[in-house]
């Protein structure tokens, strides 16, 4: 695709569930990132992926919180047993060596 | 421990008003610098990135190491720069490297 993109745009879930957020990256590009956006907080770092490698995994707020990448392609951003401050705004991004990143538009998570 | 200020949530001009979007930083290494931009109803988007040097929509910004400032502007604001500023640094001695993000200004152009 033209860009990168992320599913669902959407999703609302029950406190306790788990969900799975996907992301397929700009073909090519060999780094893959994962931010949340959240009111008051503005964009916080995640997870970043080398191909299919998790260098830096520092910004996973949780053990609940899990990412992989298969493929040197797409990755899922798992979080299990779902709280009510996860809700946020979880983008993506993807990147060639030493270039900026582009983002998608974002999977809009509402916890109830 | 790198962090990006920006002091003002909100900031609101009128059009054809200068317009200066505050950035400050800390690093202890050799940061690059960065403005995404987020229009309404759009993604996130690359504004400026400082090793450019160049003018995007009229926007500059010049990295200031002694002030440790990376502040936006743009002479005469128009209504279609309303959006949501995020100032961003990274480290620039990697090839790949994670942002670090201020909290954002939203800007308002009114007419």
């Known amino acids: 695709g033209a860009g990168v993109s992320q599913s669902p745009s959407n999703k609302v879930t029950e406190k306790g569930k788990d969900v799975e957020l996907r992301c397929d990256p700009i073909?090519?590009?060999?780094?893959l990132y994962w931010y949340r956006q959240s009111l008051g907080q503005g964009l916080e770092f995640l997870i970043y992926?080398?191909?299919?490698?998790?260098?830096?995994k520092s910004g996973l707020p949780s053990d609940r919180f899990s990412a992989e990448r298969t493929g040197g392609s797409v990755s899922t951003l798992t979080i299990q047993r779902t709280q009510q401050e996860d809700s946020a705004v979880y983008l993506c991004?993807?990147?060639?060596?030493?270039?900026?990143?582009?983002f998608g538009d974002g999977t809009r998570l509402s916890i109830l | 421990a790198q962090r990006v200020t920006q002091p003002e949530k909100l900031l609101s001009v009128f059009k054809g008003a200068p317009v200066e979007l505050k950035c400050n930083y800390s690093?202890?290494?050799?940061?690059?610098l960065f403005w995404y931009v987020q229009y309404s109803r759009q993604r996130l988007q690359l504004l400026l990135r400082?090793?450019s040097r160049e003018s995007i929509k009229g926007f500059t910004a010049d990295l200031n190491k002694g002030e440790t400032s990376f502040h936006l502007k743009k002479p005469f604001a128009q209504e279609e720069d309303s959006a949501m500023y995020y100032c961003?640094?990274?480290?620039?001695?990697?090839?790949?490297?994670?942002?670090?993000f201020g909290k954002g200004t939203m800007l308002l152009v009114s007419p």
């Open positions: 991004a993807s990147s060639l060596a030493g270039q900026p990143q582009h």
């Open positions: 073909s090519g590009h060999t780094a």
């Open positions: 992926f080398q191909g299919n490698s998790a260098p830096d």
């Open positions: 690093y202890s290494g050799s940061p690059e």
């Open positions: 400082h090793i």
């Open positions: 961003a640094l990274t480290n620039s001695n990697s090839g790949y490297s994670t942002l670090t």
